[in-house]
């Protein structure tokens, strides 16, 4: 028994609202807005913006304000554009600088204001950057540090042992041989003179 047209078109209504539900969901979770808000576009150069990508926030005192646009490479350095809300003010001394949510969240762009009178318009660059802190430099450069210092410790304490005699423990010296009589070190006993016979 075939189903009715009724029927058809419910489950057919029911099926387009799952499909379209779950494209609000995908561009939701993707951080893809589908209509942009109102804004303007800076850009930004960095050294170094390692764990960034396209779509992370950009905040001013812990605040959202817009979000990275787009990434690319030029001239070596990593240059940003970054979609800023309508309404939010960036001076030209503004600083931004790349951070971390908490320990090992993830990155963020985060704009300081500063003393600058002009403000930036769209297509501006912002000139001072801070480029992200990358953990694992830290610590090969903090081992390098605790390598080499090891390593001169241990030629010093091998150039202050380089006159102790072999064998003896480093720092000690082994006593000095008694000077024998024929080297004048001893005292002679003195033999009395013969007596004169009358």
Same mark, same amino acid.
């Given at each position: 028994?075939?189903?009715?047209?009724?029927?058809?078109?419910?489950?057919?209504?029911?099926?387009?609202?799952?499909?379209?539900?779950?494209?609000?969901?995908?561009?939701?979770?993707?951080?893809?807005?589908?209509?942009?808000?109102?804004?303007?576009?800076?850009?930004?150069?960095?050294?170094?913006?390692?764990?960034?990508?396209?779509?992370?926030?950009?905040?001013?005192?812990?605040?959202?304000?817009?979000?990275?646009?787009?990434?690319?490479?030029?001239?070596?350095?990593?240059?940003?554009?970054?979609?800023?809300?309508?309404?939010?003010?960036?001076?030209?001394?503004?600083?931004?600088?790349?951070?971390?949510?908490?320990?090992?969240?993830?990155?963020?762009?985060?704009?300081?204001?500063?003393?600058?009178?002009?403000?930036?318009?769209?297509?501006?660059?912002?000139?001072?950057?801070?480029?992200?802190?990358?953990?694992?430099?830290?610590?090969?450069?903090?081992?390098?540090?605790?390598? @080499?210092?090891? +390593?001169? *410790?241990? &030629?010093? #304490?091998?150039? %202050? /042992?380089?006159?102790? !005699?072999?064998? $003896? =423990?480093?720092?000690? @010296?082994?006593? +000095?041989? *008694?000077? &024998?009589? #024929?080297?004048? %070190? /001893?005292?002679?006993? !003195?033999?009395? $003179? =013969?007596?004169?016979? @009358?």
């Amino acid at each position: 028994m075939y189903a009715s047209r009724t029927t058809q078109f419910v489950v057919g209504i029911f099926g387009l609202l799952g499909i379209l539900a779950l494209v609000i969901l995908s561009f939701r979770l993707g951080q893809i807005s589908i209509i942009p808000p109102p804004g303007y576009t800076l850009y930004a150069s960095f050294d170094n913006i390692a764990g960034l990508k396209s779509g992370d926030e950009v905040e001013i005192a812990g605040v959202h304000v817009g979000r990275v646009q787009s990434i690319e490479l030029k001239d070596e350095r990593a240059r940003l554009a970054m979609r800023i809300d309508d309404g939010v003010v960036v001076d030209d001394d503004a600083i931004a600088s790349i951070l971390t949510s908490g320990l090992i969240g993830s990155k963020y762009v985060s704009l300081a204001p500063g003393p600058g009178e002009k403000t930036l318009v769209n297509g501006d660059t912002i000139r001072q950057t801070q480029s992200a802190f990358v953990i694992e430099n830290a610590i090969g450069q903090l081992i390098n540090n605790a390598g @080499s210092s090891s +390593s001169s *410790k241990d &030629s010093g #304490a091998s150039a %202050g /042992g380089a006159g102790d !005699a072999i064998g $003896a =423990p480093p720092g000690l @010296s082994t006593p +000095s041989a *008694k000077a &024998s009589p #024929a080297q004048g %070190g /001893g005292k002679e006993k !003195a033999h009395p $003179a =013969p007596a004169n016979k @009358s």
